[in-house]
């Protein structure tokens, strides 16, 4: 594809970033076929082939409308064009890039949008405030609106977790991440994750001053608050990666796609670049880590059929695949066939409070498919999806490795 983006732009590392994406896309349209919102309205714009035009004319020079927003806005950042594409268009560069601008230019939104985008960048990241107010609008959960009540668990009877003990000693041990809302909608899912890191000898651990991974905000424009946030949490990390920890084990897909990009983010920083790629790099999902081990001792010893959704975080943007899958099969889960399971429950961080029709839509589709054989559970490896599938679903759902933990319950 032929650019004309201006020389200023050109000179910084953003601009060629954008310029790259750009050249690499022949517009042959195959991302349109597996792209979910294109697939749900038919819109040419609300596909990736249809969103790279809208980028490079603004990019260009031509500016930023309201459809422009509308239709970038709408984009979930699954990446699932990235897996489908023939020609290798890292579509998610020139998505970052193009937002990142627009937030800086002000891009022209309904004031409720730019108030509600606000508040997830300033009340989400920042667990001290976060958390007290996520677990005051669990008890008022009934009163909430719906596209709010949706993305709130019900209380749950556990505490978030942390460790017991220190672990500096232990002979082997990994580090986990509170995370922003897992950690306290779903502590159940780390309390797991502990139960059987422990069964395999392990200890888990948390950086006490590690915060929210960037995530949210990175996709809602803020990259340098994405950058931030990642050089906080390289500072809380490199002492425990140095002293012993041998990973960084995510329990949120989402999370670990964003800690793994640390390298990228922070690869212009003279200070952070050699740190983010070594953090990066000591980067695994719960699925690549528990991979390792010989998982016999969590089979189950009753039958169970379940429905797996792999999250487009996993699968799309960090390329595990069958990993889960492996795991489930080996410890004596009966997994039902599930089609469509390439496309997005329409979760997408911040997508089911931003973009609720949307959001619904997807998640009917999604259902539809993963409840068709009438399976006894859901289960999936991010947060996100579960509290989003879990709104609507008519059986319960949640992380894959709490039927490990179960296992060890006799």
């Keep these: 594809m032929q650019t004309r983006l201006p020389e200023a732009l050109l000179a910084t590392s953003e601009g060629q970033r954008a310029e790259a994406v750009l050249r690499s896309c022949v ?20 596909g990736p082939r249809g969103r790279i035009w809208l980028m490079k004319a603004y990019l260009e020079g031509e500016g930023a409308s309201e459809i422009t927003t509308r239709h970038l806005d709408r ?61 005051l ?32 000693s232990a002979p082997r041990r990994v580090l986990l991440l509170a995370g922003c809302v897992e950690g306290v909608a779903v502590p159940e899912t780390q309390h797991a994750t502990a139960r059987v890191l422990k069964a395999l000898g392990l200890e888990a651990t948390l950086a006490p001053r590690a915060g929210c991974c960037g995530a949210l905000p990175l996709h809602l424009g803020a990259r340098a608050q994405a950058q931030a946030l990642a050089r906080q949490n390289i500072d809380a990390w490199w002492p425990e990666l140095q002293s012993g920890a041998e990973a960084l084990v995510m329990t949120a897909s989402g999370c670990g796609v964003e800690v793994k990009g640390y390298g990228a983010l922070l690869a212009d920083d003279p200070v952070y670049a050699e740190r983010a790629a070594f953090v990066a790099e000591k980067t695994l999902d719960l699925s690549e880590y528990l991979q390792r081990f010989d998982l016999t001792a969590f089979a189950r010893k009753a039958p169970l059929r379940v429905a797996w959704h792999p999250p487009c975080t996993l699968q799309h943007g960090q390329g595990v695949r069958g990993v889960v899958e492996g795991i489930l099969d080996a410890v004596g889960v009966e997994r039902v066939p599930v089609a469509e399971g390439h496309l997005c429950c329409g979760a997408a961080g911040t997508n089911a409070v931003l973009e609720p029709a949307m959001a619904q839509a997807l998640r009917t589709r999604k259902l539809a498919h993963l409840e068709k054989d009438a399976p006894e559970r859901i289960v999936t490896a991010n947060i996100g999806c579960e509290l989003h599938l879990a709104a609507a679903a008519g059986r319960p759902v949640s992380h894959w490795i709490t039927l490990l933990a179960e296992a060890l319950e006799g």
């Design 137 to 168: 609008g669990q008890h008022l959960r009934p009163l909430m609106p719906a596209r709010f009540r949706e993305s709130l668990a019900p209380p749950s009877a556990l505490r978030p977790w942390r460790p017991a003990v220190a672990a500096v």
């Design 27 to 46: 517009h042959c349209g195959f991302c349109n076929a597996t792209c979910p919102t294109y697939l749900e309205t038919g819109h040419e714009l609300d």
């Design 75 to 135: 984009c979930l950042t699954c990446r699932n064009c990235e897996t489908t594409c023939p020609s290798g268009v890292v579509y998610h560069d020139l998505l970052e890039v193009t937002r990142n601008r627009l937030e800086d230019e002000g891009a022209p939104r309904p004031l409720p949008a730019r108030l509600a985008r606000w508040a997830l960048r300033t009340l989400m990241p920042r667990r001290g405030l976060f958390w007290p107010l996520y677990r």
